[in-house]
Each structure stands twice: as C-alpha cells, then as structure tokens.
C-alpha cells in the first residue's frame, strides 16, 4: 500500500477517537463505579453528601438525620474507616436506580463483598443503601475488629475481645447483615453483652 491510501483511515481513526472523546461521557456503569471507589477509598467529607444519601449515612451510623450525615463528614476528617481498593462488579441499572457489588481490600471490611444500592440525584451517582453481603468472610471481619481493639487500647476486655470477634467469626451471612446493616447498634451491643 502506497503512503496515498494510508491517510484516509488514519485521518477517519483520528476523528472516530475525537469524536468519542467528546461524546456523552462515561456510562452509567463507569460513573458508579467511580463514585462507589472514591467514595470508599478517599478521606473526603464532600464524599458524605455527593456520593453518599442521608439513608446511607443513617445506615452507618447510631445516629439519625443530618447528624448521621455530620458524624460520616467527622469521621471522614479523622480519616477513619478507609479501604485500599475496591473491585466494582455486577452492576446494574434501572432508570435513576443501580446495584453493584463491591470487593473491598484492606479498611475495616476488608475481604467482604457487599451489595450495594444507589441513585441518581442531580445526575450523580450516590450510594444509597448496603443491601447485604455478597459475600461474608467472618474471619476476616473478627481479625479487623481484634486489630481495632488492641489499637484502640480501650474497650473490653482480652476476655470480650476474644469472644466477640470468635462470635463474627462464627456469623452466618444472615447473622452479620442483622448485626452491622440493621442502622442500629442494638445487635452489636447484644453481641458485646453477651460476652461480658
């Protein structure tokens, strides 16, 4: 092929990946996958209101309303809570709505999947609800919470600590959600009192 003929498909590539460049952005599919991974992996307070709902907020935390949302801002100052990585998977969306699972590396849910719920609100994609776990590991949750213990240096007992984390351990999947996705810290103080 002479030089001649070359130009005209390099000339259609170059405008092809212009034109894609400039199209409509990213995909629904991207654009919560992004939100899902900074939103779990940056420190930032912004993230509790552009890529978190009040609903969500509540959901992590023993308390209601825009104080559940001020303590997410708080803790996101204090850097706490934070995962390494997380693997997006299984998305799907419907309308304003999606689910996507997320695999998280390193952070206090190391090692789980979880089930993930969001909408659309003012065309940004935002975490909504957990949903469940995908997929459960209690030995790693129970080596998380042993870590956080002896770190924190307060808190129970060797004696609690031990049998608190052998009881996540030791937590079916259905166990687990009512524990730590019911929005409240009964369960948890259930757990803990058993163990006193």
């Known amino acids: 092929m ?23 952005g990213s995909s629904d599919e991207d654009k919560i996958t992004e939100a899902i991974e900074t939103a779990v992996t940056t420190s930032d307070p912004r993230n509790c209101t552009e890529l978190e709902t009040q609903r969500f907020a509540e959901q992590n935390s023993a ?18 809570n934070k995962a390494k990585a997380a693997n997006v998977s299984n ?4 309308g304003s709505k999606a689910t996507a ?6 952070g206090p ?13 003012d065309g940004k994609w935002k975490m909504d609800q957990i949903e469940g776990f995908a997929k459960y590991d209690g030995a790693a949750l ?3 919470f042993e870590k956080g213990f002896e770190e924190e240096g307060k808190g129970p007992s060797p004696e609690q600590a031990s049998c ?3 009881g996540l351990a030791k937590a079916s999947t259905a166990e687990a959600e009512e524990l730590f996705l019911s929005g409240s ?3 948890i103080i259930e757990l803990a009192q058993g163990c006193a």
């Open 164 to 166: 608190i984390t052998e």
């Open 101 to 106: 699972d997320a695999e998280f590396e390193g």
């Open 91 to 94: 998305v799907s969306v419907d």
């Open 2 to 24: 002479n030089r001649r003929t070359l130009i005209p498909p390099a000339l259609l590539l170059a405008v092809a990946l212009t034109l894609t460049a400039c199209g409509g």
């Open 63 to 80: 308390e209601k309303g825009k104080v559940a949302v001020k303590t997410c801002e708080e803790e996101a100052k204090e850097g706490a």
């Open 109 to 121: 849910l190391n090692k789980q999947t979880l089930e993930l719920a969001l909408v659309e609100e």
């Open 185 to 187: 810290p009964e369960k």
């Open 142 to 144: 129970a080596e998380t």
